[in-house]
């Protein structure tokens, strides 16, 4: 067995699209209609995706705190100045646990918490 995906409602597609591709750095593996009212795309990098689906009938999505998705960084600074340029509010500031890992979190557009890591060697 192996983890396919995860799924995530949103309330625009394209501006969720834009801050995967262009703050996460996903590329935009498919995107197609599923219905009257509803699109899906799928991100990502190697095996793993997000899945992106926008229901015209669901746009009360509601993301909890207590779930966040992690992507791995090359440069925890490059990436703080990023989305301060973005104008995205950094959830936390950088946090270093352990001389092994430095993190923090900002919130995608659509509530989901999203969780930048720099392992450091």
């Not at 699209?17 to 219905?35: H, P, Q, S």
Request: hydrophobic content about 40%.
């Amino acid at each position: 067995m192996r983890f396919c995906w995860s799924t995530l409602n949103v309330k625009n597609l394209e501006e969720s699209i834009r801050f995967y591709t262009d703050v996460i750095g996903l590329e935009v593996v498919r995107k197609f209609n599923a219905g009257p009212g509803m699109e899906i795309a799928f991100l990502g990098k190697g095996e793993t995706k997000i899945e992106l689906i926008c229901d015209d009938e669901r746009m009360d999505t509601v993301v909890g705190n207590d779930i966040s998705w992690g992507f791995e960084v090359e440069s925890l600074d490059k990436m703080l100045v990023l989305v301060k340029e973005k104008g995205i509010n950094v959830d936390s500031e950088p946090t270093q646990p352990n001389p092994h890992v430095r993190y923090f979190f900002i919130k995608d557009p659509n509530g989901m918490r999203i969780q930048l890591v720099e392992n450091i060697e």
